[in-house]
Structures are given as structure tokens and as C-alpha cells.
């Protein structure tokens, strides 16, 4: 799972059956920090998260599971939205060090 911010949502005048009723949002990915890092993208919404909400996303087929018994053709979906987040910061960076340093 990763972590990202709502940015805005995406309107669809046409799509495919299976997404009839989902909501599609734009999420910003974000570090545990909070800083943004990689590519915006879009998520089919299982939670009812809203624009500017932090969030935990996942992708390939797990993703679809949430609205199951409904076959939902997603790369990528919401299933969390974080209250609170607790960085242990010296942990956090002694994990990114090489070995030996």
C-alpha cells in the first residue's frame, strides 16, 4: 500500500459498465513526510475520501476487491484514510542507509 493526497476528482461522461457509480479521484503520491514524490494518478474511491485528505492506496488486482461482488476495472484504489501518522524519523533514515556507513 502507499500512501497519497486527494488532488481532485475526475468526471466521466462515458465509461466502462463496471465503473457506473464509482467515484474516480486524483491522488497526489506523498512520502511519510508528506512531501510529494512520483507522478499524480487516478483511483477508483472505496471510502468516500475527499480533496485534500491523506490516504492509503493499492494496485494490480487486489484493488478491486472492495467492491466486490461488482467486477470494477481499476489499476488503483483508495481503501484507507489515514487520521494520524507517526514517523519515527531516526528509525526512517537508519533504515535508508547503506550497510557499513
Excluded at 485534500?52 to 488503483?76: A, H, I, M
Aim: proline fraction near 7%.
Amino acid at each position: 500500500m502507499y500512501l497519497g493526497r486527494v488532488i481532485g476528482r475526475v468526471w466521466c461522461t462515458a465509461k466502462n459498465a463496471g465503473l457506473e457509480a464509482q467515484r474516480l479521484l486524483v491522488v497526489q503520491p506523498i512520502t511519510p513526510e508528506g512531501a510529494p514524490t512520483g507522478k499524480q494518478l487516478v483511483c477508483t474511491d472505496a471510502t468516500g475520501a475527499g480533496a485534500g485528505e491523506t490516504v492509503y492506496y493499492c494496485g494490480g488486482k487486489e484493488c478491486s476487491f472492495p467492491f466486490l461482488p461488482t467486477e470494477v476495472p481499476t489499476d488503483r484504489s483508495i481503501v484507507g484514510i489515514v487520521d494520524e501518522l507517526h514517523v519515527d524519523r531516526d528509525a526512517r533514515r537508519a533504515a535508508n542507509e547503506p550497510a557499513g556507513v
